[in-house]
């Protein structure tokens, strides 16, 4: 299937790693043009290289791939990530809004700074990207936002009570962006990870077997148990469900949540 989105700019948020970078590299190998960013230059630069690799069969790779070191959880990070993105590219058609977990604790277990941080670094950052680019794609009449959160939106996963709670907002903003701007031709979507193979995911399981004094293999397996598939995810397949979320294809598809977790998702709706 063509998704359309050839020469589109993509401006992926927190992408040098995991899903972000999974993201990334699926919306290259598409044709679009990809906007990256990190706080680590080292880990930036070393995904900026993976992204020229795969992007060369598309011409100059050097054309199609940008990363811009910066930090989404202080307030000018947004503005800094995406001006330059326009700077470069004009505007950006995608917006994939990503972020680094808050830290694991109990709802009472974590400090009010914790919460502070947490406010900023998840669900401000969000609103910040998603405000920036929402004007020039109204004006070009087309735009894609993706959310990328978490399947504790549906339902709560133990010990990550601020990622819980601030990754509902998001949705709930989400949502309410995708209504004031259906009109113009932009869409606006979140996309709730399961169990995925990722970074993150290695740093939970790490801080689970250290809270319950257990192997790291025993929490895995639980993990792995409680997804109807007996697995947990590959990045890539998330990212096809961003990518098609992304593109011409989905036009008519706005304020969905939509899980992907090979079924881990216990309710009905």
């Keep these: 299937m063509d998704l359309g989105i050839e020469n589109k700019v993509a401006a992926v948020a927190a992408s040098s790693s995991g899903l972000g970078l999974a993201v990334a590299t699926t919306l290259i190998q598409e044709g679009a043009k990809v906007a990256i960013c990190s706080r680590n230059e080292e880990s930036l630069e070393v995904a900026r290289q993976k992204l020229i690799s795969v992007a060369s069969e598309?011409?100059?790779p050097d054309d199609r791939v940008l990363a811009i070191p910066c930090d989404l959880s202080e307030?000018?990070?947004p503005e800094s990530f995406l001006s330059q993105v326009?700077?470069?590219?004009?505007s950006a058609d995608i917006l994939v809004v990503n972020n680094g977990g808050p830290p694991p604790g109990s709802a009472m277990g974590v400090s009010l700074q914790d919460w502070e941080q947490g406010v900023e670094q998840t669900f401000l950052s969000s609103v910040r990207l998603a405000k920036l680019a929402v004007p020039k794609m109204v004006e070009n009449s087309w735009g894609r936002i993706i959310f990328i959160t978490s399947i504790s939106v549906k339902q709560p996963i133990d010990n990550l009570a601020i990622s819980t709670a601030l990754r509902c907002g998001v949705v709930g903003f989400s949502k309410s962006l995708a209504d004031e701007?259906?009109?113009?031709?932009?869409t606006?979507?979140?996309v709730a990870p399961g169990s995925t193979d990722t970074p993150r995911l290695r740093q939970l399981v790490?801080?689970?077997?250290?809270?319950?004094?257990?192997?790291g293999g025993e929490v895995l397996n639980q993990m792995t148990h409680q997804v109807p598939m007996r697995r947990i995810g590959q990045p890539?397949?998330?990212?096809?469900?961003v990518a098609f979320l992304a593109s011409e294809r989905a036009s008519f598809i706005t304020g969905v949540v939509l899980p992907v977790d090979g079924g881990q998702i216990r309710s009905i709706t």
């Design 181 to 186: 701007v259906a009109s113009s031709g932009v």
């Design 206 to 215: 790490d801080a689970r077997a250290e809270r319950d004094q257990v192997d």
């Design 86 to 90: 326009e700077a470069h590219w004009n």
């Design 58 to 60: 598309w011409g100059n």
């Design 188 to 190: 606006v979507n979140t």
């Design 236 to 241: 890539e397949e998330f990212a096809s469900a």
């Design 75 to 77: 307030a000018s990070g």
